[in-house]
C-alpha cells in the first residue's frame, strides 16, 4: 500500500482536512481594515462640511470597533471554522452606510423638512441590535440542520410576516407600499425582510425533500425538458401568492424576491434550465398583468420610462408624481468618474428617501463610478462566499440554504440598485446593511449569521481516526 494511503491530508484548501486553520486572526486583520476605513470616510465628511475633524469621530470609531470586536469574539467562540471574509465585508458596509447617513443628517434642506438630524444614532442602535441578533444566532443556532425540522413551520411564519401589513390598525401605507408595520414607541417594521429567511428555510427543507420528483421531464419541447404537469403545482403556487403580495401590497420589490429566490433554489436542487425559462415567463407576465391595473405599479413604471417627465409633473405640483428617479440619475451624472467627494454632493434635493431607497445615489455621486463599482464588489464578495459556502456544505439542506440566502441577497442588491440606476422600475426595499432602517440591518446580521454557521460545520476538520487496538497489536506480532 503507498504511503499516500496512509498518510492524512494536511492541505487547507481541502475543506474538511484534518488540521485545518481557523483562519479567524485573518478576519480580525480585516476587520481593523473594516473598521478603519469607515472612520477614515467619516473624517473626511466633517473636513468637507465643517472644515474640521468632527467632534464624534472618536466614539464613532470606538463604537463600531466594539461592535465588530463583540461580533468577531462571537465567531471566535462559537463558529471558529467559519467563512473569515464575511463578517468583515457586513462590517465595511454598515461603517460606511452610518457615514452618508450621518452626512445627510447635516444637511439644512432634509432637516428644514424633519427629515434629518438624529438618523445616524438610530442606525447605530439598530446596529448594536443587528450585531447581537448576530451573536444569538451562533449561540442557539449551533447546527443549521435543526432548522430543517422547522420546514412547514417557516413557511406558516412567513406567510404570517407577509400578511402582517395587511390587517387594519397595524399595517401601515407609507409612500404607495403597504409593507410596513407601526410599533408603539419603535416605529415602522418591515417584516418582509424576516420573511425572506423564513422562506429560505421553507424552501431548502421542501426542495430537498422533493427535488427528484421535481427534476423529472416528460417531454422535450425547444430545447427544454418540460416539467410534469403535476410537478408544476408549487410554482404555480408560489408564483400565485407573489402576485398576491404585488396586488395587496402593491410592492414589487418584495415580490420579485420571494419568487426569484425559489426559481433559484429550484434551479439548483433539480439542475433543471427549463425551470429558470418558467420563471422568467410567469414573473413577466404577472408583472405585466399587475401593472396594467394596479396604479402605484403604473406610476413607478412611468417614473422608469420617462423619469424627466415625471419629475416636470412634480414641479408642476401635479398629485401622484415623484422627482426622485430623475433626481437619483442627475447625482449619478454629476459624480462622473471619481466623485465630487465625500460631503461635497447635493444628493439631499432627493429630499426624504435620500437615507433609505435612494442612499446608493448619494455614493454614486460622492464617490463616483469607481466607488459604486467598489461598492457592488463587496456587495458580489459577500454573495461569492455565501456560494462558496454552499459549495463546501456537506449536506443538501445546507447546500439549499446557502444558496437560497446568498440568492436573495443579490436579488435584494440587485432589485435596489438597478431601480436607482434605472435600469428596472423602483421598489421599496432598502440597500443590506448601508441604507437608513432598523429590519433590514436585523434581517441582513441575522442573515449573515446563518451563513456563518453553515460555513463553520462545513469547514470544521474532520475529527481524527480513532486508533484501532486490533491494527497496533497485527503490527507488533507482524514478522520482520
Same mark, same amino acid.
Request: hydrophobic share 50%; no cysteine; proline share 5%.
Given at each position: 500500500m503507498?504511503?499516500?494511503?496512509?498518510?492524512?491530508?494536511?492541505?487547507?484548501?481541502t475543506?474538511?482536512?484534518?488540521?485545518?486553520?481557523? /483562519? =479567524?486572526?485573518?478576519e480580525?486583520?480585516?476587520?481593523?481594515?473594516?473598521?478603519?476605513?469607515?472612520?477614515?470616510?467619516?473624517?473626511?465628511?466633517g473636513?468637507?462640511?465643517?472644515?474640521?475633524?468632527?467632534?464624534?469621530l472618536?466614539?464613532?470609531?470606538?463604537?463600531?470597533?466594539?461592535l465588530?470586536?463583540?461580533?468577531?469574539?462571537?465567531? $471566535?467562540?462559537f463558529?471558529?471554522? #467559519?467563512?473569515?471574509?464575511?463578517?468583515p465585508?457586513?462590517?465595511?458596509?454598515?461603517?460606511?452606510?452610518?457615514?452618508?447617513i !450621518?452626512?445627510?443628517?447635516?444637511?439644512k434642506?432634509?432637516?428644514?423638512?424633519?427629515?434629518?438630524?438624529?438618523a445616524?444614532? $438610530?442606525?447605530?442602535?439598530?446596529? #448594536?441590535?443587528?450585531?447581537?441578533f448576530?451573536?444569538?444566532?451562533?449561540?442557539?443556532l449551533?447546527?443549521?440542520r435543526?432548522?430543517?425540522?422547522?420546514?412547514?413551520?417557516s413557511?406558516?411564519?412567513?406567510?404570517?410576516?407577509?400578511?402582517?401589513?395587511?390587517?387594519?390598525?397595524?399595517?401601515a401605507n407609507?409612500?404607495?407600499?403597504?409593507?410596513?408595520?407601526?410599533i408603539?414607541?419603535?416605529?415602522?417594521?418591515?417584516?418582509?425582510e424576516?420573511?425572506k429567511?423564513?422562506?429560505?428555510?421553507?424552501?431548502?427543507?421542501?426542495?430537498?425533500?422533493? =427535488?427528484?420528483?421535481?427534476a423529472?421531464?416528460?417531454?422535450?419541447?425547444?430545447?427544454?425538458y418540460?416539467? $410534469?404537469? $403535476?410537478?408544476?403545482?408549487?410554482?404555480?403556487?408560489?408564483?400565485?401568492?407573489?402576485?398576491?403580495?404585488l396586488?395587496?401590497?402593491?410592492?414589487?420589490?418584495?415580490?420579485?424576491?420571494?419568487?426569484g429566490?425559489f426559481?433559484?433554489?429550484?434551479?439548483?436542487?433539480?439542475?433543471?434550465?427549463? !425551470?429558470?425559462?418558467?420563471?422568467?415567463?410567469?414573473?413577466?407576465?404577472?408583472?405585466?398583468?399587475v401593472a396594467?391595473?394596479?396604479?402605484?405599479?403604473?406610476q =413607478?413604471?412611468?417614473?422608469?420610462?420617462?423619469p424627466?417627465?415625471?419629475?416636470?409633473?412634480?414641479?408642476?405640483g401635479?398629485?401622484g408624481?415623484?422627482?426622485?428617479?430623475?433626481?437619483?440619475? !442627475?447625482?449619478?451624472?454629476?459624480g462622473?468618474?471619481?466623485?465630487?467627494?465625500?460631503?461635497?454632493?447635493?444628493?439631499?434635493?432627493i /429630499?426624504?428617501?435620500?437615507?433609505?431607497?435612494?442612499i446608493?445615489?448619494?455614493?454614486?455621486?460622492?464617490?463616483?463610478?469607481a466607488?459604486?463599482?467598489?461598492?457592488l464588489?463587496?456587495?458580489?464578495l459577500?454573495v461569492?462566499r455565501?456560494?462558496?459556502?454552499?459549495? #463546501?456544505?456537506?449536506?443538501?439542506?445546507?447546500?439549499?440554504?446557502?444558496?437560497?440566502l446568498?440568492?436573495?441577497?443579490a436579488?435584494?442588491?440587485?432589485?435596489?440598485?438597478?431601480?436607482v440606476?434605472?435600469?428596472?422600475?423602483?421598489?421599496?426595499?432598502?440597500?443590506p446593511?448601508?441604507?437608513?432602517?432598523?429590519?433590514?440591518?436585523l434581517?441582513? !446580521?441575522?442573515?449573515?449569521?446563518?451563513?456563518? /454557521?453553515?460555513?463553520?460545520?462545513?469547514? =470544521?476538520?474532520?475529527p #481524527?481516526?480513532?486508533?484501532?487496538?486490533?491494527a497496533?497489536?497485527?503490527?507488533?506480532v507482524?514478522?520482520s
Amino acid at each position: 500500500m503507498s504511503s499516500s494511503t496512509n498518510t492524512p491530508s494536511h492541505h487547507t484548501s481541502t475543506i474538511g482536512a484534518i488540521g485545518a486553520p481557523s /483562519r =479567524r486572526n485573518t478576519e480580525l486583520a480585516l476587520l481593523v481594515f473594516a473598521v478603519v476605513i469607515p472612520v477614515f470616510a467619516y473624517a473626511n465628511v466633517g473636513l468637507a462640511i465643517d472644515d474640521k475633524v468632527p467632534t464624534g469621530l472618536l466614539s464613532y470609531g470606538l463604537g463600531l470597533g466594539l461592535l465588530a470586536g463583540v461580533a468577531h469574539l462571537g465567531v $471566535r467562540k462559537f463558529a471558529p471554522y #467559519a467563512d473569515p471574509l464575511l463578517l468583515p465585508l457586513a462590517t465595511l458596509l454598515n461603517g460606511l452606510g452610518l457615514v452618508v447617513i !450621518w452626512r445627510l443628517d447635516q444637511s439644512k434642506l432634509l432637516q428644514s423638512i424633519n427629515q434629518a438630524g438624529n438618523a445616524a444614532p $438610530r442606525q447605530l442602535l439598530y446596529t #448594536a441590535l443587528g450585531i447581537a441578533f448576530f451573536v444569538v444566532v451562533l449561540i442557539f443556532l449551533k447546527d443549521h440542520r435543526v432548522l430543517q425540522r422547522y420546514t412547514y413551520i417557516s413557511m406558516f411564519a412567513a406567510l404570517v410576516l407577509l400578511l402582517l401589513p395587511l390587517v387594519p390598525g397595524l399595517g401601515a401605507n407609507i409612500y404607495g407600499a403597504k409593507i410596513w408595520i407601526k410599533i408603539p414607541g419603535l416605529g415602522s417594521l418591515q417584516p418582509g425582510e424576516f420573511a425572506k429567511i423564513a422562506l429560505a428555510v421553507f424552501f431548502a427543507g421542501y426542495l430537498m425533500v422533493k =427535488r427528484d420528483a421535481l427534476a423529472l421531464a416528460s417531454r422535450r419541447f425547444i430545447g427544454l425538458y418540460l416539467p $410534469r404537469g $403535476r410537478d408544476l403545482g408549487p410554482i404555480l403556487v408560489v408564483w400565485f401568492i407573489s402576485i398576491l403580495i404585488l396586488v395587496f401590497e402593491t410592492d414589487l420589490g418584495t415580490s420579485l424576491l420571494f419568487f426569484g429566490m425559489f426559481i433559484i433554489m429550484l434551479y439548483v436542487a433539480t439542475e433543471r434550465t427549463s !425551470w429558470i425559462v418558467f420563471g422568467l415567463l410567469m414573473s413577466a407576465a404577472g408583472a405585466v398583468g399587475v401593472a396594467t391595473f394596479e396604479p402605484h405599479v403604473q406610476q =413607478r413604471v412611468q417614473a422608469w420610462l420617462d423619469p424627466m417627465k415625471e419629475y416636470k409633473l412634480s414641479q408642476a405640483g401635479a398629485a401622484g408624481h415623484s422627482e426622485q428617479s430623475m433626481q437619483a440619475l !442627475w447625482a449619478f451624472g454629476s459624480g462622473g468618474t471619481l466623485g465630487s467627494g465625500l460631503g461635497q454632493g447635493h444628493s439631499d434635493l432627493i /429630499r426624504f428617501a435620500a437615507n433609505s431607497d435612494f442612499i446608493l445615489a448619494t455614493f454614486g455621486e460622492e464617490l463616483g463610478l469607481a466607488g459604486i463599482m467598489a461598492i457592488l464588489l463587496i456587495y458580489g464578495l459577500i454573495v461569492e462566499r455565501g456560494v462558496r459556502t454552499a459549495l #463546501a456544505a456537506r449536506d443538501p439542506f445546507g447546500k439549499l440554504l446557502a444558496v437560497g440566502l446568498s440568492g436573495a441577497f443579490a436579488l435584494q442588491v440587485f432589485v435596489v440598485s438597478g431601480g436607482v440606476m434605472g435600469l428596472i422600475p423602483l421598489t421599496g426595499m432598502t440597500m443590506p446593511f448601508m441604507a437608513y432602517g432598523g429590519s433590514s440591518v436585523l434581517a441582513n !446580521w441575522a442573515l449573515i449569521g446563518i451563513l456563518i /454557521r453553515i460555513s463553520d460545520t462545513a469547514r =470544521r476538520p474532520a475529527p #481524527a481516526p480513532a486508533p484501532s487496538p486490533d491494527a497496533e497489536m497485527t503490527q507488533v506480532v507482524r514478522p520482520s
